[in-house]
């Protein structure tokens, strides 16, 4: 249950949205502990600075000294502010890894991942807003809570699930054996039983080290696939993003070099979020503004998940084509060969059949042919990738829950290797199935575990 | 209109492990008390095995002690054998567990109960629970006798609808040989109370002159025998061993074939029974691949040849019975004193009471022991404590004994009870306990002693005592954390010779002390000092363990905040928006008392909560 007198943090801005983006902390530990992690510009404490006043500095981990970001630090001391508590807000550069690798260092230094609503639950309790206001945030949390109860049924018929349940299944095995031994030491139970443990435990450390790892995955769900659209001028890569977005987005006409900075747009494949870009194209120019728009293409493609490679058919593959796949090397790329309706399919293929090595799509971006067909692959290309991680984490919430379990079981261990007695090695054990518990919703409660036991053990004296 | 003889403060119905602590605890702190019983000479009995104590129960014996109950005493007095298990564990898990002479405890409970001022007893059968606008005023017997009273508590065990099976056979009883309780239910029903039903079962007793016990293993108590109680100094009764012999194939094939003459299988018991309990059948059928199963043969006492044969409870016909005990080394020629039986009764759902056992229904009618589900004569005792003393407190218009989860193993057993409520037999495990690190065995006076005595059932010798004893204890840390040891070469061979590293510097004795290899022993031969071996172990855990310790008792203290957000009993949960249909009913079968009880409803989700607390702070504010 969450204690409403603790030090929260959340990432306050949406996801994969803005230049900027925002962490905020509340709490009576948000100013001493934002001072720990804060290396200011100018010579100042946080702790002296006046209510509502902005720093600039850097956010450093005070451990290895690594400077993760430069921001600006809002300090607001209660009890003006949203929850009536001390408030520090963290201004950062907006992406996505940034964001969350502050947040990981606020909760390596203290402080608490705030539940759904709990800025607004605190603000109520602390009498800053009105009961309409604080119920609507209510209703919203229901809501809320009960899109993540969608999101974790659909979890539930996944890998995630089936790997937490395996988790959780060997680690109540372990509980139940050790709780056995505890509670019932008169049973004619083998002592033998409790040498594995410690394999068994290590494993699972490994397992969830694994998810955890796999948690960056997530973001092709939350931000969605990136896509980027890149090719020689004029090939027809603003028709193409046209059509697959159905809509007129990019200004397309007959002179090359039209579009001379990166288009961002977004669209659905079934159900997943692509996020498609469209870039100037790649040509070696003196043209200043286009120098500029080729300088953001190559970091489109560095950044993308996915690289569609645009060649106008109808000229034949050129080494300008070739120059543009080559650059690609490494990245997850499709080559989609464009005005098909120009010269017939057969000859497009006859024409290609070289690039066999690649996934090569043939389309008209100008009568819609193919367009549906690469979408499955990029699909295809997307989903595929996921799937070889074991699972995937979508929510900063698990993740963190999963480093807590694994952090819990480092400590079992250690209590098991200086010979601790059972009821030391229990409490963090406990701990862990709590932890994971809390992921895949199950509460493993002492009946659970009382469960397990009298199923395994034979008891009863 | 019935006769009417007279009126109580508190009237108690029932004589067994919850009845005694009940009347007591209320005779005791002033009530005028009476106790019916249907059989006099049952006050106190042990229905099942001659023992008391083992995990989490000793615990709760313990605690019953700390609090001024009798338990305790009773199993010292009676006490045959003690053994501390779990030495090798951890002091959390450490517990204490005796065997006990029948009837030395039966003496001890009916002397204790005759001689204690403002106690009557009586036998008789309580009929019927007689109430005026929700409150309880009295009972009516089988005589037709009326007794008012301000306050019932009703413990009657297994009694109540009580139904032996042993095979095929089938009979009325409370316990082998008794009357059972067959109208008392019924009024129960009648008052609206939601009734269920149970089942348990216990082995045969055998004749001690036809056991070779040449064939068993022997298992001896503790010397000197450990009491469990605080007031007492010493054991007097000789000590007699324990001894174990095994089930064996044989044993299995003759279960095999007979069990369709099984009540329990055959689907002639209905009730619900306990997991951890289970029939030797039980073991045989769900634990097929186990060869042998133990069989602890328990001395019933000093002055009696009849013995416990712990571990094959079941409901087999006799012949089968005989043929079971007469399969196992030892028993071949084994003559069965009293058989084995299995008896299901009925008991009242005890999401039904208040953290106080009052009835959520009927004002002043308190509840204990088995009839709410419990198992285990310590658990019928804590709650037959806390009943008495909560029905006192209720009469005298005083705030009620509530131990917390953090507190008390009583606090987890009735916070379980009323919070989550109980399908089979509820017995305590010390896995129940979240904070198990801080309801220890040795530190029940600490967590307990002084709310006894603000209550008034701690005399000024036992708790002057406890004062004397924690004293010691922190003048004795006080001295560990001062006394300051130099290297020296005597110093680093003694080390050495206990397996831990030698010093360098200079090291207080609290220091040394936390080394796993060393303990008070080695400490006191540095340094001697003159403290007790009681209170030289206290030390020891409390030092070694003072990190974990702290740790939890923040967590505890996290928690108790929760606690102290307290749910008035005529808030409404109905029409608080967001709130699902499941979780209103939920809130509103249990009515928790706070936020933490609330949370622990089985089915309540954080994000329910999360409302709750609004819609909480709007009934404060709104008045």
């Known amino acids: 249950m969450k204690n409403l007198n603790d030090t929260i943090a959340a990432i306050s801005t949406p996801i994969g949205v803005g230049g900027i983006g925002i962490i905020r902390i509340s709490g009576k530990d948000a100013i001493p502990i934002a001072e720990t992690l804060f290396k200011p510009k100018r010579n100042i404490k946080l702790s002296d600075v006046d209510s509502h006043t902005i720093h600039y500095g850097f956010i450093r981990d005070p451990k290895t000294n690594e400077i993760f970001d430069e921001v600006l630090l809002t300090v607001m001391w209660a009890p003006k502010t949203y929850t009536k508590e001390d408030i520090v807000e963290i201004n950062c550069h907006g992406g996505y890894l940034t964001l969350s690798k502050i947040l990981n260092l606020l909760l390596k230094n203290g402080i608490r991942l705030a539940e759904p609503g709990e800025f607004t639950l605190r603000a109520f309790l602390n009498g800053r807003i009105d009961l309409t206001r604080a119920e609507a945030v209510m209703d919203l949390i229901t809501a809320k809570s009960e899109a993540a109860m969608r999101l974790a049924m659909r979890h539930l018929q996944g890998q995630l699930n089936d790997i937490l349940s395996d988790l959780e299944n060997k680690l109540l095995d372990i509980v139940s054996l050790y709780e056995a031994h505890v509670d019932f030491p008169e049973e004619d139970l083998d002592g033998n039983d409790l040498k594995n443990v410690l394999d068994t435990i290590e494993d699972l450390i490994q397992n969830l080290n694994r998810l955890s790892e796999g948690f960056h995955y997530s973001r092709l769900i939350k931000e969605g696939v990136g896509v980027c659209i890149i090719g020689a001028p004029n090939v027809g890569k603003s028709s193409l993003l046209n059509k697959l977005l159905l809509k007129d987005r990019a200004i397309v006409t007959p002179i090359p070099g039209t579009t001379r900075d990166v288009i961002e747009d977004s669209l659905e494949i079934n159900g997943l979020p692509v996020r498609i870009i469209d870039t100037a194209g790649i040509r070696d120019t003196d043209d200043i503004i286009e120098k500029e728009g080729i300088k953001r293409t190559r970091m489109a493609v560095e950044l993308a998940d996915i690289v569609i490679v645009v060649c106008d058919i109808s000229k034949g593959i050129s080494q300008e084509d070739l120059l543009m796949i080559e650059q690609t090397r490494g990245k997850k790329t499709i080559i989609a060969i464009n005005k098909v309706d120009l010269t017939g399919l057969d000859l497009a293929r006859q024409k290609t059949n070289f690039l066999s090595n690649h996934e090569v799509c043939y389309i008209s971006a100008l009568n819609g042919f193919g367009i549906s067909g690469l979408k499955d692959v990029i699909f295809k290309i997307a989903v595929g990738n996921m799937v070889k991680t074991d699972a995937i984490i979508s929510n900063e919430r698990h993740k963190h829950l999963i480093d807590m379990t694994s952090k819990a079981l480092h400590n079992v261990v250690q209590e098991i290797r200086q010979d601790s007695p059972i009821d030391i090695i229990l409490i963090p054990l406990r701990e862990g199935l709590l932890y994971l518990g809390e992921i895949t919703g199950r509460v493993i409660s002492d009946e659970a575990i009382l469960d397990r036991i009298f199923s395994k053990f034979c008891i009863g004296k | ?623």
């Open chain 2, 1 to 623: 209109m019935p006769f009417k003889e007279t009126d109580y403060d508190v009237i108690v119905i029932g004589g067994g492990h919850a009845g005694c602590e009940a009347a007591l605890a209320s005779s005791r702190l002033g009530m005028k008390t009476c106790l019916f019983t249907i059989n006099i000479d049952s006050i106190g009995h042990m229905s099942c095995n001659p023992a008391i104590g083992g995990l989490a129960k000793g615990h709760i014996v313990r605690e019953i002690d700390a609090l001024g109950g009798e338990m305790a005493r009773a199993a010292d007095f009676a006490g045959i054998q003690f053994r501390m298990l779990n030495l090798s564990k951890g002091p959390a898990v450490w517990a204490l567990r005796s065997q006990a002479d029948r009837n030395l405890y039966k003496q001890h409970m009916r002397k204790t109960l005759e001689e204690q001022p403002n106690l009557t007893i009586k036998q008789g059968i309580v009929e019927q629970i007689i109430t005026e606008d929700g409150t309880v005023c009295g009972v009516i017997t089988n005589l037709g006798v009326f007794y008012g009273a301000k306050a019932v508590i009703v413990t009657t065990g297994t009694f109540l609808k009580g139904l032996i099976h042993i095979g095929l056979e089938q009979f009325v009883a409370g316990r082998a040989g008794e009357f059972a309780s067959i109208g008392l239910s019924d009024s129960l029903k009648s008052l609206g109370f939601e009734i269920g039903r149970l089942k348990t079962g216990t082995p045969p007793r055998l004749d001690a002159k036809t056991i070779d016990f040449s064939q068993t293993e022997t298992q001896y108590g503790d010397d000197p025998p450990i009491p469990f109680s605080y007031k007492t100094k010493e054991i007097h009764n000789p000590q007699l061993p324990c001894f174990i012999t095994y089930t064996n194939q044989t044993t299995h094939d003759i279960i095999r074939g007979n069990l369709d003459r099984s009540p329990l299988y055959g689907g002639r018991i209905t009730g619900i029974g306990p997991r951890y309990c289970p029939s030797i059948e039980d073991k045989v059928v769900r634990f097929s691949d186990k060869e042998r199963h133990q069989v602890f043969l328990e001395p019933e006492g000093l002055q009696t040849k009849e013995y416990y044969a712990n571990g094959i409870s079941t409901s087999l016909p006799y012949d089968v019975q005989l043929r079971i005990v007469r399969s196992i080394p030892g028993l071949q020629n084994a003559e069965i004193m009293r058989p084995a039986y299995a008896i299901e009764y009925d008991f009242v759902f005890p999401t039904q009471l208040y953290h106080t056992l009052e009835t959520k229904k009927i004002k002043g009618l308190f509840l204990a022991g088995q009839i709410n589900g419990t198992s285990g004569y310590e658990e019928a005792a804590g709650q037959g404590l806390i009943a008495g003393i909560n029905a006192t407190m209720k009469i005298l218009g005083k705030e009620p004994l509530i131990l917390r989860r953090d507190e008390a193993y009583i606090g987890v057993l009735i916070d379980d009870l009323v919070t989550k409520g109980t399908n089979e037999p509820y017995r305590m495990f010390t896995s129940r306990a979240e904070h198990r690190l801080l309801l220890r065995h040795d530190n029940a006076d600490v967590r307990l002693m002084q709310k006894g005595r603000d209550i008034g059932l701690i005399d000024d010798d036992t708790f002057e005592e406890f004062k004397h004893r924690r004293q010691s204890v922190a003048d004795e840390i006080h001295r560990l954390k001062t006394t300051r040891v130099f290297p020296s070469v005597d110093v680093n061979a003694l080390l050495q010779e206990k397996g831990t590293s030698p010093i360098s510097e200079v090291i207080t004795l609290e220091k040394l002390l936390k080394r796993p290899e060393i303990d008070m022993d080695f400490i006191n031969t540095i340094s001697p000092s003159e403290i007790t071996k009681e209170v030289s172990q206290l030390v020891e855990i409390e030092v070694k363990y003072e990190g974990y310790i702290q740790r939890q008792l923040e967590i505890a203290e996290r928690m108790s905040k929760l606690e102290s957000r307290r749910i008035p009993d005529d808030f409404r949960y109905e029409g608080i928006p967001g709130l699902s249909n499941e979780v209103l009913e939920k809130l509103k079968k249990i009515k928790p008392s706070n936020i933490g009880q609330a949370s622990r409803i089985p089915g309540i989700t954080p994000a329910a909560i999360s409302i709750l607390l609004v819609a909480l702070e709007r009934h404060t504010r709104n008045g």
